[in-house]
């Protein structure tokens, strides 16, 4: 049976503090490609893969997520768009493109095919189902329409608002009619909230010193909500300038996935007074709703209501510093990389 050279990121060890290029490394192994005789595995040729947040959680050995950890010496793993070269699953046949959860290397032999979706259609770039067809869209999509019961004409305040999620967050806040602010880490990126996504204004968080004077600058009526990416500082300075009855999605705490001790808030005060509803939540308990998302977003795409911007790296051993870029904004967009155009 022929066998091919497959490249592979391996996880090193486990990580404190900031994650680093020492923290993976590329190795090369060899593998059939065909999948064993008898078996249901579906063996996949990874074209893009997602660099995501969450990844940062699975480095630590302490992390008790329903993925898990990654394991020291073992094959990186996320989200990513494959095409299948060979099955014996009889859900999936060669030829398929799939999304779903696969290896950092180029090719993958799955024996799990429970996180596997096949793609219903390639008339959008391929990428989006990492991406706003994928986690991070219906992660989007819950937050800001289950968790924040968005109407129109309220004001809406998005942090990391540039990146996978955050983007379309304001999008889809303007197209509810809401009054939407984004805050992102550099001129170029708080340009693109403004020029390409529609936000209607935007700032950079890194050039405000004071965070609760900003937000009073651009809120001078308060936030109704605040679809939050971040956490730590700027969740304490949004607190206070919350409205009455408003409503706080916590996505996710960037700001606080490579510390040892996370940052306490000082404002909880606020919650009460202002009858803040905060509520966390997993885009894994919303999946349900794809398909109800897929039917909104997809006509937005194609009639171009909607725009989805890619930071893209080619060739798999780019993907440690893609990933390592996410914990200092390096990336503009929604961060993949391509292993294989096809
Ligand atoms: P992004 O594409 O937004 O990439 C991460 C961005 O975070 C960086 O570009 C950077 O942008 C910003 N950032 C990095 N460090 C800090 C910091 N210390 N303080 C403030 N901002 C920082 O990622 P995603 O859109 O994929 O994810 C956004 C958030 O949503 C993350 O917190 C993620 O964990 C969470 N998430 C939660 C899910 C859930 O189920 N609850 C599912 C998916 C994502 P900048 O230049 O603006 O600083």
Known sequence: MAEVSNKQVIF???????????????????????????????????????????????????????????KPGSVLNGFGVAKVLDSGHPNFSKGDLIWGFTGWEEYTLMTSTETLFKIPTTDVPLSYYIGILGMPGMTAYAGFYEICTPKKGEY????????????????????????????????????????KFGFDDAFNYKEEPDLASCLKRYFPEGIDIYFDNVGGEMLDAVLPRMRSHGRIAVCGMISQYNMEKPEGLCNLISIIIKQVKIQGFLVRSYYHLYPKYMEMVLPHIKEGKIVYVEDTVEGLENAPQALIGLFSGANVGKQVVVVSRE
């Open 12 to 70: 090193k060890d486990y990580v404190s503090g900031f994650p680093t290029d020492a923290d993976m490394y590329m190795t090369t192994s060899t593998m059939s490609l065909k999948v064993p005789e008898g078996s249901q595995a579906v063996l996949v040729k990874n074209l893009y893969l997602s660099c995501d947040p969450y990844m940062r959680a699975r480095m630590t050995y302490t992390h008790t997520s329903y993925i898990g950890s990654f």
């Open 156 to 195: 809406v305040y998005v942090s990391s608002a540039s990146g996978a999620v955050g983007q379309l967050v304001g999008q889809f806040a303007k197209l509810l009619g809401c009054y939407v602010v984004g805050s992102a880490g550099t001129k170029e990126k708080v340009d693109l909230l403004k020029d």
